[in-house]
RNA sequence: CGGGGUGUAGCGCAGCUUGGCAGCGCGCUUCGUUCGGGACGAAGAGGCCGCCGGUUCAAAUCCGGCCACCCCGACCA
């Protein structure tokens, strides 16, 4: 290939590529030894932090506390709600030996923990005055994926797991909605994502669930991603593990119960929702540097150089801003800013000897959407602060009208079926569906589309399935999509 | 599980057809010169050629077996 050794693979010739070379050139994770595991490097871990200190301050701003439960689950635990263990059996790493021995009863890893978290609710709960119960834990999981894919579907992974009892349906479904809600805003707020939210059909649902809500975002290949997900048990789990409680009346009434995640795949859709053939674009909330200083300069003028750099940032950093000053000595300046381009860094500023005499700073950002020629920018040094925390602020929502005019441009309603497979091909396609599974199936089959969510906003609307000409279900468009 | 591919220096690869001293580029170390879009020179360091066995005077190379990882589908956040 003649593509030059330090670039990245182009979208537009192999999309998959891209998004491999793009993780590990900007340094976001290595792989690990085993199979599907991934060791989330510096630059990677920071950016989960911000958006995992983001969502947990919303999560505890609506009255939930986070706990922390055992990651080894007994497998009788597991086998206790019919559909949960059957739709997760085949993925399950399972301990065996410990100390030596081999156990009594064979222990799971946690690949989600209803199941624990279930059997202490149980012994938690008693009466009416105990509900809602409403925990949150931050926590790894294992499962056994047969096709990893770094960030969006590896064997390990991070997130956040909320799970809630409720005395009535009502309470739990207001609390499932709650839940998703919060991944809205964060996907829409921080990460700058265009999410739609909606529910799943009943094959696309979490095994165990009674409805299931998603975020489905939009990636930049026309693929959808699963973001963030929200689940009403109705009362399965509480049946499962003795959930119940007494009621005013003094009845023993079963609760009702929630879970909703938010992972670490949330890094690849930032990527893949961003990013472009010079690299990773990220988001100022979630960018581990928003700024980069490149000082620039060599001899006697280095010396002055980097000590303005210096003080610009701290200046910035009192501002709250995250600044990094690039001052490694033996790199050229034009290796930097390829450098912290590919890292996806917003805004570069240059300080040079020509920046210094005039009291400025030369402003390059990383991307400038419908201006794309957009060139540098001298702003004066004594106003940096409040001009970049308006740049950072401006980045953040010309990503997040991008994405969304992205995702508008690549969605089409469809009402016959070659313009269903011509959308699907392309993006994303709205379009009336008979509910049947088998219909679904078909659909997937020969176009490898699924329905990925029947979106919350939907307008009205009935009349015949795309596929089968059947009346159509739910009362409105489903989307659907090829996903990842 | 099906299909394809790859295992040789930290990374990317060549060498294997036709057996004969383990190579190249990048990176790394030291010194010097450089620094406004991926700097240059010189001198260095770095190897269980995936593993096990076989053939041979001699194996990275040929033969047999095994393992691992990657990519494309089915499963999934």
């Given amino acids: 290939m003649a593509r030059d050794e330090r670039s990245v693979t182009p979208q537009s010739e192999d999309f998959s590529a891209w998004y491999n070379d793009v993780v590990f050139r900007a340094d976001l994770v290595d792989r690990g030894p085993v199979r599907g595991s991934m060791v989330i490097k510096p630059y990677g871990y920071r950016i989960w932090e911000l958006l995992q200190a983001d969502l947990d301050g919303r999560i505890k701003a609506t009255g939930h506390q986070n706990a922390y439960f055992p990651l080894l689950i007994p497998q009788s635990y597991m086998e206790r709600e019919a559909e949960h263990v059957e739709g997760f059996a085949p993925e399950l790493f399972t301990v065996t030996h410990a100390g030596g021995k081999e156990l009594e009863e064979p222990l799971v890893i946690r690949p989600t923990s209803e199941t624990i978290i279930g059997e202490m609710m149980a012994k938690w709960i008693s009466s009416h005055r105990d509900l809602p119960l409403l925990l949150n834990q931050w926590a790894n999981v294992l ?30 479904t207001a609390e499932t909605m709650l839940a998703l809600g919060l991944y809205q805003d964060v996907a829409v707020e921080a990460a700058a994502m ?19 809500f998603t975020i489905e975002s939009m990636m930049r290949d026309g693929r959808a991603l699963q973001a963030g997900t929200s689940h009403f048990m109705g009362t399965n789990f509480a049946t499962a593990f003795g959930i119940t409680y007494t009621s005013e009346s003094g009845t023993a009434e079963l609760c009702h119960t929630t879970s909703w995640g938010m992972t670490t795949r949330m890094i ?115 106003r940096a602060p409040d001009l970049l925390a308006a740049e950072l602020a401006a980045f953040q929502a010309m990503l997040a009208q991008r994405a969304a005019d992205f995702r508008d441009d690549h969605t089409v309603a469809a009402n016959s079926w070659p313009e269903f497979a011509a959308g699907v091909a392309v993006g994303w396609v709205l379009a009336l569906h008979c509910g049947e599974q088998a219909c679904e199936d078909e659909i997937k089959t020969e176009t490898t589309a699924t329905a990925r969510c029947i979106p919350l906003a939907g307008e009205p609307e009935q009349g015949p399935c795309i596929r089968c000409g059947k009346a159509s279900a739910y009362g409105k468009r489903v989307i659907f999509a090829r996903a990842y």
């Fill in 268 to 382: 690849g859709a930032l990527v893949m929702t961003h990013g472009d053939d010079k690299g990773l674009v990220l988001p100022p909330a979630l960018a581990p540097y928003q700024v980069v200083v490149v000082p620039i300069g060599r001899g006697e003028q280095a010396a002055a150089v980097s000590s303005a750099a210096a003080v610009l940032a701290a200046t910035l950093q009192r501002a709250g801003i995250r600044t990094h000053v690039d001052d490694r000595p033996q790199l050229s300046p034009g290796f930097k800013f390829n450098d912290w381009e590919m890292r996806g860094v917003p805004i570069r500023l240059e300080l040079g000897p020509r920046e210094l005499a005039a009291g400025t700073a030369l402003l390059s950002r990383r991307l400038s959407y419908r201006q794309p020629d957009a060139a540098k920018e001298a702003i004066p040094l004594e």
């Fill in 194 to 212: 265009a999410s739609v939210p909606g529910e799943k059909t009943p094959g696309e649902r979490f095994a165990g669930a009674e409805r299931t």
């Fill in 143 to 172: 499962r056994w994926e047969m096709r990893p894919r770094m960030f969006l579907r590896t064997s390990e992974f991070l997130w956040q797991e909320g799970h809630t009892a409720h005395p009535t349906a009502a309470d739990a």
